[in-house]
Every structure is written in C-alpha cells, then in structure tokens.
C-alpha cells in the first residue's frame, strides 16, 4: 500500500503555462483526504515551491533545491549546502565561462546582473531576485547555483558532462534542457526522500517517486514504484517501472488512480 506519494511539480503536475488541471488539484486533495502524505520535490528554491504546496493545500515537507531542503513550515527538517570555498569555485568557474548563474543563499535568489536569463527565470518561477555582486555576499548558506543558457542546450549537455571531474565533490544535474543544478553531494531528491522515509518508517514498497526530468532520476531511484511521466527524458524512462500519460494528459493522475486510488 503507497504511504507516500514524492512528485516532481514542472513537468509532473504543473504544465509549461504554470497552471494545474482541475483534475489534478482534486487527485491531490484525495491523497490526502485518504491520509496519504504527498510531498513536493523539486529543484525550485523553498519560496517558490511554497506557493505551489499552498495553492494545493498541502502541509506536509516540502523538498526543495534538489534535495537540498526539507522544511515543514517554518522548521528545517534537512539542509546540506555548499561550501564557501565550492561556491567560490564555480563562480570563478562561471565567469571564465562567461554564462550566467543564479546564487542562492539563504534562500534568497543573486544574480551580479539584472538581466534576461535571472528576469525570465523569476517569471516563470513567480519569485524576486536581488541584484549584488557575489563578492560581496558571505556565502554561509548557500543552497545551490543554477548555470542557465536559454539559446544554447548543446553548452548545458557539455557542461553536464565536463564539470563532474573538475568538481567530484558536488551533484551536478541537468534540471531542463537549458538548467544546469550545482549543489552538495547530498543535495539530491533521492537523499531527501530517503530522509523523509526513514523519519516516517516507511518501507520501500510504500513510496511512490513520479517525475520527468534527469533530476528526477534521484527521484525514482528513492521509490519502491517508479512513475516516468509521458513527456519524461528518455534516461529518465529507462530508470522507471511505468511509464504514464503527459502532463498535458493528466499523467500524474492515471498513474495515481492505476496504483493508488485504484478502489
């Protein structure tokens, strides 16, 4: 029997125009009603995923920054960041690159410029940005850096696979084909969700994982079912037991209704 149901949002629930369906909200509100904790899991950071949790009347963890950050309300139930030093590194590395990145420190959202990618990316992600030099920000808590190039996807898969062996300390994953996620080792949906089991004693088999990204790869891999939406990667396919409709389709829901809301 699922206990838990850890879903991805953009892509999984949410389609590209940032809504929900009617029938999705409803779905969710069943799960719940029947006590079965869904719990948000995504690379966006606490603020952003928090006005999703509350749009779907939920209460229960919310997974943010990729697994960086459990909280339940205003309580921290897990964090790992990056360290001054890696941060520093990879802003260094950003600027030889010359490719912008988002800093995000105490959930707080930098960028050095006040410019298209930072503006497009809060737009869709309904959050502020503060505009500082990184040089000038303490670094103590930062949650993640997120590489961005809206023209170029091609230079995002190179990065993908060139910076894991400049920097093998850090999870390093492509979030959307023009995303690239730097973080903490143990800053990933699987580390989360396995956080999230054993806090609740759940076994394997009472955790249903659902996404459509390479980050949600983390994602199924924490699941005793794992969901693949209809839009999903290819890679992600493969790691998954079922593969459902599209988001546009209402996948989340057929595969909710195939393995849980079955009766």
């Not at 093998?168 to 143990?186: A, C, G, Q, R």
């Not at 990204?213 to 890679?235: F, P, S």
Request: aromatic residues 10%; contains cysteine.
């Amino acid at each position: 029997m699922i206990k838990l149901v850890a879903t991805d949002i953009d892509g999984t629930i949410l389609i590209p125009e940032g809504k929900f369906t009617s029938t999705v909200k409803n779905c969710i509100s069943e799960l719940d009603k029947r006590g079965i904790k869904v719990v948000l899991v995504t690379g966006r950071m606490k603020s952003s995923a928090k006005i999703i949790a509350d749009e779907l009347k939920l209460s229960s963890p919310i997974v943010s920054y990729q697994g960086g950050l459990v909280t339940l309300g205003e309580n921290t139930l897990y964090e790992r960041y990056l360290t001054p030093k890696q941060a520093e590194d990879l802003i260094t590395w950003a600027k030889s690159e010359n490719i912008h990145i988002n800093l995000y420190n105490d959930d707080i959202l930098y960028s050095e410029k006040d410019d298209y990618e930072v503006n497009r990316y809060c737009s869709v992600q309904h959050v502020n940005h503060v505009v500082k030099k990184f040089s000038e920000i303490e670094k103590n808590k930062v949650n993640k850096i997120l590489a961005i190039d809206y023209s170029d996807a091609e230079r995002i898969n190179r990065y993908e696979k060139e910076l894991p062996k400049l920097f093998p300390d850090l999870y390093i994953v492509k979030s959307t084909p023009y995303f690239l996620e730097l973080s903490n080792k143990e800053a990933s949906k699987y580390c989360a969700v396995k956080f999230l089991q054993k806090h609740w004693n759940l076994n394997d088999n009472e955790i249903l994982t659902i996404g459509d990204q390479n980050n949600d790869i983390e994602l199924l891999r924490a699941g005793g079912l794992k969901i693949a939406m209809g839009n999903a990667t290819e890679d992600l396919k493969k790691q998954a037991d079922y593969i459902t409709d599209t988001v546009f389709n209402d996948g989340f829901v057929k595969a909710i209704e195939k393995f849980v809301l079955f009766d």
